[in-house]
């Protein structure tokens, strides 16, 4: 499979390092907004072909599937160049800036019969479907409740800091744990209680959020762009835990029952991780879906709503919603 990835910083430089070791798939083609960024990152990782602007990429009808690397605040956008010009897409988290963006871009793909998927890798992978298999198994007995936070200390990265590029703790962290809370309990929730701060610029450096399911269950989760955290997910029932070692990519699952006995799942080699959602995409592609079942579109709408209430309640508001 042909790839093109649309932007050329960090994440995209993953993704092609990822790409570069598959043996199923290649980059073929980069673009970026500068022809001179272009060239440097196609040289370094051999592509053959370099744009100078994303209007380039998205007309080249060679690729089979176009990775979508550029801040959040761009990803409408960027997704429906790409659409528009009946390329397949991948596109990094969070989907787009809000509910509305991500409705209009999964209608549009969905009446023209475009593949599109959100790049959120964790609902890739295969320690996911561990998790999913200990939960079911009912190891811990009766689960009453979760917790998962993830933090990096992020002042220096300006996307997150800026209101204008869809910054904040929630989109680029926040999203991990909300993700990890429907994967283990689903989405029947009743009550949202939640609280951030703010950094200068007014977007939310850290936050918390809870959720009390119908059932009973509640997940209480903490994502924070100033401090490391601890980055793990536990899961409690009434006859042990589930410890789940970095939400974010897992290193691993260790069941401690009650009775003091430990139970580990080790994490299989991997490139980076992101190879499961190309391989996932490229899957669903053959197939002539238009969507990943790992990742449906439901769930994507679901969590942007999650995170539109969410910044409603804190009263954070971007620029060009």
């Known amino acids: 499979m042909k790839i093109g990835i649309l932007g050329a910083g960090g994440i995209a430089h993953t993704m092609a390092r990822t790409v570069s070791k598959m043996n199923d798939a290649e ?52 997704c429906m160049l790409c659409l528009k010009n009946g390329r397949n897409v991948l596109c990094e988290k969070a989907f787009t ?34 998790l999913d298999k ?9 689960i009453t409740s979760l917790t998962a936070d993830l933090g990096y200390s992020l002042a220096h990265v300006e996307r997150l800091q800026k209101p204008e ?38 977007v939310d450096a850290h936050n918390f959020i809870a959720f009390d399911y119908t ?19 536990i899961i409690y029932g009434d006859k042990g835990r ?13 069941v401690i029952l009650n009775g003091g006995e430990v139970r580990c799942y080790q994490t299989p080699p991997q490139i980076s991780g992101y190879e499961y959602e190309v391989r996932a995409a490229m899957a669903a592609i053959a197939e002539g879906k238009t969507e990943c079942e790992e990742m449906p579109h ?3 709408i679901r969590v942007m709503e999650i995170m539109d209430s969410l910044r409603r309640e804190w009263g954070i508001k971007y620029p060009f919603e």
């Not at 589930?242 to 260790?254: A, V």
């Open 27 to 78: 980059i073929a083609a980069v673009g970026s907004r500068s022809e001179e960024k272009a060239k440097r990152f196609a040289e370094e990782f051999s592509i053959p072909k370099a744009y100078g602007s994303y209007e380039q990429l998205a007309a080249d009808s060679e690729l089979d599937l176009i990775y979508i690397a550029t801040p959040h605040s761009r990803h409408y956008e960027d």
């Open 97 to 130: 800036a809000n509910a509305r963006q991500a409705r209009k871009v999964l209608e549009y793909a969905q009446d023209r019969g475009i593949f599109i998927t959100e790049a959120i890798w964790t609902r890739y992978m295969p320690m996911r479907y561990a």
């Open 134 to 142: 200990i939960i079911a198994e009912g190891t811990i007995g009766k």
């Open 165 to 202: 590029l869809a910054g904040g703790a929630l989109l680029d962290l926040g999203v991990y744990a909300i993700n990890f809370a429907l994967m283990a309990f689903g989405g029947n929730i009743e009550k949202v209680t939640s609280g951030c701060v703010k950094n200068e610029y007014g």
């Open 215 to 233: 059932d009973g269950r509640t997940a209480l989760l903490h994502s924070n762009m100033e401090a490391n955290l601890d980055r793990r997910g």
């Open 242 to 254: 589930i410890e789940f070692e970095n939400i974010n990519n897992c290193e691993g699952i260790k």
């Open 298 to 300: 439901s769930e994507t």
